[in-house]
Each structure stands twice: as structure tokens, then as C-alpha cells.
């Protein structure tokens, strides 16, 4: 962002090294009795931008047209930009301003480094990205050590053109595709590496129509992402052909309470798996980020009991399980502190191990002896407790 406050809407958030996919008022969203699975009886818990931007560009586009239209529809207002310049998200202080930022929505068209799909190991062979930026307030976000500007979300215009695109990539796999015990996805695209669709399906229509496009390719690929989100209603019934694997993000009580501001309630999230487990989707747990927290065991344990309620006695289950630690780089930690500055979130280098990750950056994950014994217990606690469910891995 330059420093009068414009930002180019256009312009991609830098991103360093790409964080695992996962894996909003801002009011923290206390969750439930894990116990009580059955679908929220209340609707949906749903953002509302406060601001709604787009630029000419996007607006030229079919489906920045539709996004427009579903978000007056909506009853709010989408400001026709001049160009590509968005101004007035700098606030007084730099929490100000990520508040502006978290408060709008820009339709943009994609830039075109990010058509150029890149690998996304240990998840899929190819990420994707249908927008950009996410509106809850995770204390731990991924997102923080890949942004440069203020957190602004960014929907993407062009999605049709993004969709036709894929088929360039069809069996020129490098991760899932390579890997024997998981050649039966196919060549795997991942779609929510830098947002979380569900927190933006209603405003954007766009993983909708991303799951009616794999629905349609008749190929061996499939679509995934992983959300905090449980408002799947509108995909129930959609023509997805099991090409579309839905995994939910979920963590144990204290983490969840404590660190995920504005996403769903857990029980919500394992109420919305068996829905689509049951409308037929693969679906997936993305146990994220995992913290060995004073009584870890018992929570993990409660957790993973909720799981096994969810899906008993879903007909022809397919379950996965991406098992992701937490761990924090110098970047990311700084910028968190900046949006969060009361935070309790452990991210003590003494604490860690430094490692370098795959592109040199550092980053500090827990000992090797923690990790082990972690290890040891999730794998052992989910082949006892969801016995059907399968790890593709563990990082
Ligand atoms: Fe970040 Fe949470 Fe949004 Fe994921 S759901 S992108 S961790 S704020």
C-alpha cells in the first residue's frame, strides 16, 4: 500500500512463502457443546461487508457482473471505481486500518501472476485462487506473512476465464498426482489457499459454479478447499459428480474459542460435513493449526468424538485428514502482533525449532520431540475414534 492510503485493488497481496491451505465482526463467536451436532438451527452466520468496491474492469466481466448484482441484491452498495485505486482504507493507527481493510470487499480482476498456477504441496498439485483475503480474525492467520497491504478481500471477476484455464493443467501434477497412495484424485486443484470460500459464497456465487465446472469435466481431477465456515446449503443437491472434496477446518474448544474470531462454531462446521457427506461430497477434516496446549489430549480427544458423531452412519463415507501443527514465521508474527496485540498465542522462538522452509524462509515449528509425540497420539486417537477416515498428511 503506498503510504497516502491508495492501494491498487488490482494488485495482488504479496506473498512470500505460500502458507498451508486451510488450510467477522470480530466478536469472538463462542462454540458449542461438540456434543450437539445437529444443523444450526439458527441460519447461517454470514458477513456483511461494510464497504463494497469494484473496478471497471471487473465490472466488464460476466461474473463481476453477477457478484455486483447478488451484493445489491443484498441490499448493500458496490462503489463503481474510477480505476484500479482504492482509497480511504488508512486509519489512524495500523489497527485502524486493518478494521477498514477486514470491512471491505473489491471486485477485481485476478492479476495475472495468479493465473500462472503453481504447485501447493503437501494439499494438491495446483492452487487456484478464486479470490484473495478472508473476513475473520484468526489470531494465528495464515495469511499474515503473505500480505504487504492492508487485508482488504478481493473477489475475483473473471472467474469464467479462471475455470477454462484449468484444463491446461490436466495431468501435469506434480504433487497429488505423483504420489501412489493418492493417484485416485487425480489431478487436484486447491481453492482456498489465500481465503475461505464459504465466509464469501453468498456475496460471490463463485465456488458454486466451480464445483458445477469439475462437476462437468468429465477427467479424472478434483476440486478442494477447506473452510471455517458451515454455509453449504447452497451446495446440497449441485451436480458435483464427487469431484469436489470439502474439507472443514476444526480445532479443539480452547483453540477455537479462544483464536478464531468470526468463523463458524466447530459443531456447526461437523454439522455442515455430514450434510455434504451425505449429499454424496468426499469431505475432509483439516485438523489446523494443532497446539499442544495444557491438556491437549482431552481436547483433541473431544474433538475427534465429535467427528465420529458427524459422520456415523453417513452411507459410502469418504473422509480425509490433513494434520497441520501450528508454527509462525518472523513475518507473520510481526504481523500479527500488529493486528492482535493482546494475543495469547504462543509464538516464542525459544520455545520452537528453526527450521528453513521450501523456499529458505525461516520458520519455527515445535520441537522434535513434541511433534513426535503428537504425531504418535493423532494418528493412533483418529484409527481408533473415526477409524474410516484417511491422513493424507502430517506437517
Ligand atoms: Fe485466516 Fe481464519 Fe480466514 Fe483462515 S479463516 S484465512 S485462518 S482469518
Known amino acids: ?84 485505486r482504492l482509497t480511504g482504507v488508512r486509519g489512524e493507527t495500523e489497527r485502524e486500518t486493518y478494521a477498514r481493510a477486514k470491512g471491505t470487499l473489491a471486485i477485481v480482476v485476478s492479476p495475472p501472476s495468479r493465473r500462472r498456477l503453481q504447485p501447493i504441496a503437501p494439499s494438491a498439485d495446483w492452487r487456484v485462487d478464486l479470490a484473495e483475503g478472508c473476513p475473520a480474525h484468526c489470531q494465528y492467520c495464515y495469511l499474515a506473512g503473505s500480505l504487504t497491504g492492508p487485508p482488504v478481500t478481493r473477489v475475483y471477476a473473471d472467474l469464467d476465464d479462471i475455470l477454462a484455464g484449468l484444463a491446461d493443467y490436466l495431468g501435469r501434477g506434480t504433487v497429488t498426482s505423483r504420489k501412489r ?7 487436484t486443484f486447491e481453492a482456498s489457499c489465500y481465503t475461505d470460500p464459504l465466509a464469501l459464497e453468498h456475496l460471490t456465487g463463485s465456488w458454486r459454479r466451480a464445483v458445477e465446472h469439475f462437476g462437468g469435466w468429465d477427467a479424472p481431477v478434483q476440486l478442494r478447499w477447506t473452510t471455517k465456515y458451515a454455509d453449504v446449503g447452497t451446495f446440497v443437491g449441485l451436480p458435483h459428480a464427487g469431484r469436489t472434496r470439502v474439507r472443514f477446518s476444526v480445532n479443539c474448544r480452547p483453540v477455537a474459542e479462544r483464536f478464531e474470531g468470526g468463523t463458524a462454531p466447530v459443531p456447526d462446521r461437523l454439522a455442515a460435513l455430514r450434510r455434504l457427506a451425505l449429499a454424496g461430497y468426499p469431505v475432509g477434516l483439516t485438523v489446523a493449526p494443532i497446539m499442544p496446549l495444557p491438556g491437549w489430549r482431552e481436547h483433541y480427544g473431544e474433538l475427534l468424538d465429535a467427528v465420529s458423531a458427524a459422520v456415523t452412519g453417513v452411507p459410502a463415507l469418504d473422509l480425509t485428514a490433513e494434520l497441520i501443527t501450528h508454527r509462525f514465521t518472523p513475518g507473520s508474527k510481526e504481523v500479527l502482533l500488529g493486528w492482535y496485540p493482546r494475543t495469547r498465542l504462543e509464538m516464542d522462538e525459544a520455545a520452537r525449532s528453526r527450521k528453513h522452509g521450501r523456499f529458505g524462509a525461516v520458520k519455527y515449528v515445535y520441537p522434535r520431540e513434541v511433534m513426535s509425540e503428537l504425531r504418535t497420539w493423532f494418528t493412533a486417537a483418529l484409527a481408533e475414534r473415526v477409524p474410516g477416515c484417511r491422513v493424507l498428511y502430517w506437517t
Open 181 to 187: 497412495e493418492r493417484a485416485g484424485e487425480g489431478t
Open 1 to 84: 500500500m503506498r503510504p497516502d492510503g491508495v492501494v491498487d485493488v488490482d494488485e495482488p497481496l504479496a506473498v512470500g512463502v505460500p502458507p498451508a491451505p486451510h488450510d467477522a465482526s470480530g466478536e469472538r463467536v463462542p462454540t458449542r457443546d461438540l456434543a450437539g451436532l445437529a444443523p444450526p438451527a439458527r441460519p447461517a452466520r454470514r458477513w456483511t461487508p461494510r464497504r463494497v468496491v469494484a473496478t471497471p474492469a471487473a465490472l466488464d466481466q460476466p461474473h463481476g457482473a453477477r457478484i455486483a448484482a447478488r451484493v445489491e441484491a443484498l441490499g448493500l452498495e458496490v462503489e463503481r471505481l474510477r480505476g484500479n
